[in-house]
């Protein structure tokens, strides 16, 4: 972007009178936020205080891609997260994911707006280390503090009992796309009373899994995530892998458990332990 264009948005931005929520989030001194990835949405929309979110990013308002409920999401403006509609809010603080384009990273910079980043977070710790970042950069502690205690206590609600043996897993995706070690969903199935058998088959931490494997070496329970009905039947409607149900349990997972942390943890912990019942049934 040319120095001209960054100032003429500089100056844009400074005109700017009425956004979303400014008069609120004044009357407290907390900094004004655009948050520009779906993860992040709904870490802020948790942590932050009435007024301080100027717009989310545009993803959450997609029932595909949200982190959050849609009914929550819908209560902010969205954006598609370009340096021209979030200098247009005039935020004192962008909040984002670990992947940013280098030009709007050295936009903002230029134009003094300030970036915090959670990177992607690839176990619980990581995902605590992200909300106490992003809480700090709010000024809301004591909100990110309650929340890591609440995703604390529902994984430990999705904790097996007695130290029962782990259940042999795979999370299967369109494509038989596969997560292995080194990743969130792989901490929170062992975190669960889960074992990811990926290892098993030599895959890498994303890696693909064809059919003709899986069938040779079924695990006992096999999370399917695809997205919409059509990819559904695509991954499931062969019939090898229909007669497999008798040997392992397919059941749904949904994929927008996989990459998010924050309050998405609590979900995707229900729902494995939701899992984990069934099998034992």
Known sequence: MRPLALAALALLAACQQGTAGESEASDTNLPRIVSINPCTDAIVAELAAPGQILAISHYSHDPEATSMSLEEARLYPATDGTVEEILALNPDLVIAGGHVGPATVAALEQLGVALVQMPVAMSVDDSHSGIRIIAAALDREPQGEALVARIDAALSAARPENDAPPIAALVWQGGGLVPGENT?????????????????????????????????????????????????????????????????????????????AGPTIERAAKRLSEVRREVLR
């Open 184 to 260: 969130l969903i792989d901490a929170l199935l062992a975190a669960t009373g889960f074992r990811n058998v990926s290892s098993d088959h030599g895959l890498a931490s994303w890696d693909i899994l064809p059919l003709e494997p899986l069938l040779a070496d079924p695990p006992e329970v096999l999370l399917t995530t695809a997205s919409d009905m059509v990819q559904q039947d695509r991954m499931l409607g062969h019939p090898a892998l229909q007669r497999m149900r008798g040997q392992m349990v397919i059941t749904d997972f949904d994929n927008r458990l996989l990459f998010c």
